[in-house]
């Protein structure tokens, strides 16, 4: 029953003084051993139907004694409804028992009837309970849909078995199928909204999830409504359902009710959600085993996929079928679009039911008409059945047909419709079948702790934001990006990028050198050549290049610009790359995204495009002409040169190359009266879309320095990005910091003035104020990254251009990690000069130029790798 039916009962302190511990503990003993019975069975068989009425009948048992020996009040009944009520009961579940009265009840119903709900706490059934009148009934069942579906499927239990076909009568007289099937698809697309409108999330709920068991539920009530018939059996035989239809839902169903078993058993409880700290002991149940690419637990989350797109596919073709038997589509309003479909109300219709047998090629045609025509809004029910159906003439002589190669790229072409026509195609197996490479990753899961969707998933939400790159509404949310696709020719091979750039995941390997390949012979096979075949290529390839060096090197560096530009090659590929890079974090995950890293992408976009259009500049121009932007930005802030060159005195040029002139400028206007100061200065601003903060930090350098700063922000749950350290002649500290807030926040500004108090004033006293370690709980890694850990690189490799060291480290986040790394560095008497975090969920991947003496000796530097290695495995 619904949450706000349940009456709470204030439980008395033993079973004694209500019916009498002689007649509960028998009865409890009994339901015990029968449902361990029951479960013992299960595991002997694994066959869920069986379970399910073995423990419902337990349950009926133990109720009908209970009624026995604590009597409900005269001319009452015990009724069964939700899933217990339709015969089913899942080992964990409530037992949904409505108490049916024909009256209001007096103070006496009322004791006993407290006395009854009490007693089946004692008994060891968790109720879910309602005690109501049929006149109450009616009222709640006219207010909210729930109640009515969950008396729906209402069975007598004991008592007065007179109340329940009265009680069937009064809710079959006051239904209307139509205001149901309605309210229940409301009821269906919140919920899948809950569930962000995917089957393919990694820790999916078996029975909530789009694609998942209230799905089937939902349709069965919405067919029992309709008057198609109570089972599925009865509804195939009112032409519902094919035999095929009906063969593929009962596999499916029988797969998710032993899933739902397998859970409540394996937790101990109540639990529906596919954990991941459960799914490798699933795995185990049902006897995967690992393959050379793949866990256990990817082959059993795969095989739930599969699983939950046939509920999908099958759930549209029923929801359609039911939706016309209610409000059925007027014949003479039919409107001829060709020989071979045609529309009525909106929706596309196949004018034979074996066109797409006659023609195949028409399969593809179906999806191109929905692009072309905007007044089209859906297929026909008999339209969407013959596709789904027709997936098995899509065949290798079906994809070297020219008519369908060419049908697929002018879908990819058109103006509109594209995101909507690739789901569809792929929630009808239409596109894993046309493109078998694209089969091979449909739920394939990625445990790499930032990718939150399966690859196929992914995919399609990387061409729905290149999509969205063209939308006039979406312009304020990307603005380089709407400018640079409006300007780009042929952007549609950007989504053939993207449709190929994870095709390879899983295979093992090289996923982007197997991907660049798989769209070579795509775009060779569909007639794409020359330039922009190569570029297809380049980008597949490449696709993870442009994130890299925005995350990983010194931008500010000539010379990682230089690289960068030498590697894309020219203005088109460039922007190519950036449209498809940004498309693609911001697919992975809504966590991976931030302004900061789309800072990062357009300053290098902006950087490598003034490159390409000139001849490469030596480090001395960049040098110079960072500094004169610099002095000019410095004048218009009134500051005089003397007092600017008091400042810049005190620097080196590795300064001047190691920031951008803005910041150089910044620097300059909050330091230039501190330059010979006794006391730490801080400084913050706030960047991007209010997301991220710069801090400036200026202060007598020490030993713990870098420590005590990393200490600071991981008390405060902030997140470091970036950093830049450095020290003036005179020997103080000037470092730079961009870190995240650990939650959004509004008033920015005001963070960042309590920032600065806060940290000056932990610069002053270093050793006081530290939360005591209790308070850091939270530091504990995810439930992701502990069940699917990744195993933690270090390298350490001397640097090109200087007598600096690389670090480059790989592990799984958590917090704190840059404070554990920072005492390793202090220990080891190792000065950091640039730090690049790239945080991606949770995972990061961080680069650190360092300096010490103590790296030039083998033994010591061995030493040093061994103990960061230590922190990035030590929460």
């Known amino acids: ?78 009724v069964a409804v939700g899933g217990y009520g339709r015969g089913e009961l899942y080992p964990y579940s409530d037992v949904d028992v409505l108490i049916l009265l024909r009256e209001a009840p007096g103070e006496q119903a009322a004791a006993r009837l407290e006395a009854f709900v009490a007693a089946m706490w004692d008994l060891g059934i968790e109720p879910g309970h309602s005690v109501r ?6 009222r709640e069942a006219a207010a909210d849909v729930t109640v009515e579906t969950a008396l729906l499927e209402a069975r007598w239990l004991a008592g007065d ?206 999806f191109l008409i929905m692009q072309e025509r905007s007044e089209l809004t859906g297929l026909t029910a008999q339209t969407l059945r013959a596709l789904w159906h027709a997936r098995r003439r899509i065949d290798a002589q079906f994809r070297r047909n020219p008519v369908n190669r060419r049908q697929f790229i002018q879908i990819l072409q058109q103006p509109r419709g594209i995101v909507h026509a690739l789901r569809r195609m792929t929630m009808l197996n239409i596109l894993p079948r046309y493109l078998p490479v694209f089969r091979r990753i449909v739920g394939q899961m990625q445990h790499d702790l930032f990718h939150a969707y399966t690859v196929d998933q992914h995919t ?73 075949a190569e570029l297809c290529e380049f980008l597949v390839r490449h696709h993870l290049l442009m994130s890299t060096v925005a995350q990983k090197r010194d931008l500010s560096d000539p010379a990682v610009i230089a690289e960068f530009t030498a590697q894309v090659g020219d203005e088109r590929r460039l922007t190519a790359l950036y449209l498809l890079t940004v498309a693609d974090i911001r697919g992975t995950s809504p966590r991976v995204w931030n302004s900061w890293k789309g800072k990062l992408l357009e300053d290098l976009y902006r950087l490598s495009l003034t490159a390409l259009g000139s001849s490469q500049p030596d480090t001395g121009t960049v040098l110079a002409r960072r500094r004169q932007e610099a002095i000019d930005e410095i004048r218009r802030m009134g500051l005089s040169d003397e007092d600017r060159d008091a400042f810049w005195s005190q620097l080196d040029v590795a300064y001047f190359l190691r920031h951008e002139a803005s910041e150089i400028a910044w620097h300059t206007r909050h330091l230039h009266r501190c330059v010979n100061g006794t006391e730490p200065v801080v400084r913050a601003r706030v960047l991007g879309q209010n997301e991220a903060l710069q801090v400036l930090v200026y202060t007598p350098d020490r030993e713990d320095l870098f420590v005590t700063i990393c200490r600071y922000f991981d008390e405060r749950r902030y997140s470091v990005q970036d950093a830049r350290v450095h020290t003036t002649h005179h020997g103080w500290a000037l470092d730079s910091f961009v870190v995240l807030l650990p939650e959004p926040e509004e008033d920015l500004r005001s963070r960042a003035s309590l920032l600065e108090h806060e940290l000056a ?23 992701r990254s502990r069940v699917f850990p990744i195993v933690p690189t270090v390298e350490l490799q001397p640097d090109e251009h200087s007598a600096s060291w690389r670090l480059s480290i790989t592990a799984a986040d958590r917090p704190g990690l840059l404070h554990s790394l920072a005492r390793v560095f202090a220990q080891h008497q190792v000065d950091l000069k640039m730090a690049k975090i790239m945080t991606l969920g949770d995972r990061v991947e961080d680069i650190f130029i360092i300096e010490g003496e103590r790296l030039e000796q083998p033994r010591a530097q061995l030493q040093f790798e061994r103990d960061v290695l230590s922190a990035l495995d030590t929460p």
């Not at 073995?54 to 009908?64: E, G, S, T, V």
């Not at 449709?499 to 795509?522: M, N, P, T, W």
């Not at 270093?766 to 439930?783: C, D, K, N, T």
């Open 1 to 78: 029953m619904h949450p706000s039916d349940a009456q709470p009962v204030r439980r008395p302190g033993s079973a004694r003084q209500r019916a009498g511990a002689s007649g509960v503990v028998p009865l409890r003993r009994q339901l015990s051993d029968a449902r361990r019975d029951a479960i013992q069975l299960f595991r002997e068989n694994r066959r869920p139907d069986p379970l399910l009425q073995n423990l419902r009948r337990a349950a009926d048992k133990a109720l009908r004694g209970l009624v026995a020996i604590c009597p409900l009040p005269p001319g009452a009944a015990l």
């Open 133 to 138: 009148t049929i006149e109450d009934c009616r």
């Open 161 to 366: 078995r007179e109340l329940m076909p009265a009680l069937h009568a009064a809710m079959a007289e006051q239904r209307d199928p139509r205001s149901f099937f309605q309210a229940k698809r409301a009821e269906m697309q919140q919920r899948h909204a809950r569930y962000h409108d995917t089957a393919y999330a990694l820790e999916p709920n078996c029975k909530e999830s789009p694609g998942a068991l209230r799905d089937l539920q939902v349709v069965l009530w919405m067919a029992q409504a309709a008057g198609m018939g109570m089972t599925w059996t009865e509804i195939a035989r009112n032409d519902g359902l094919t035999a095929a239809e009906l063969r593929a839902l009962r596999r499916a169903e029988q797969a998710f009710k032993r899933l739902r078993i397998e859970l409540h058993l394996l937790a101990g409880r109540r639990e529906d959600r596919l954990l991941f700290d459960l799914q490798p002991a699933l795995a185990e149940i049902y006897g995967f085993e690992a393959t050379k690419t793949r866990r256990p637990s990817e082959l059993l989350m795969q095989r739930y996929y599969w699983a939950a797109r046939v509920v999908c596919q099958l759930n549209a073709i029923l929801l359609q079928t039911i939706e016309e038997r209610l409000f059925p589509l007027p014949l003479d309003q039919f409107q001829p679009i060709d020989a071979d479909f045609g529309m009525i109300r909106g929706r596309l219709c196949l004018r034979r039911d074996d066109g797409f047998d006659r023609n195949p090629a028409l399969i593809l045609r179906a």
């Open 460 to 532: 399609l939400m990387v061409i729905r934001n290149l999509r969205r790159f063209t939308m006039p509404e979406h312009a304020q949310e990307y603005p380089l990006a709407s400018q640079l696709i409006a300007e780009f020719e042929d952007h549609w091979l950007l989504y053939v990028a993207a449709l190929f750039h994870d095709i390879a995941k899983g295979r093992g390997g090289d996923h982007s050198e197997l991907g660049a390949q798989e769209v070579r012979r795509f775009c060779r096979d569909h007639g794409i050549g020359g330039a922009d």
């Open 761 to 783: 004033d932990a610069l002053r006293n270093p050793q006081a104020g530290h939360p005591p370690p209790e308070a850091l709980a939270w530091r504990r890694p995810s439930r």
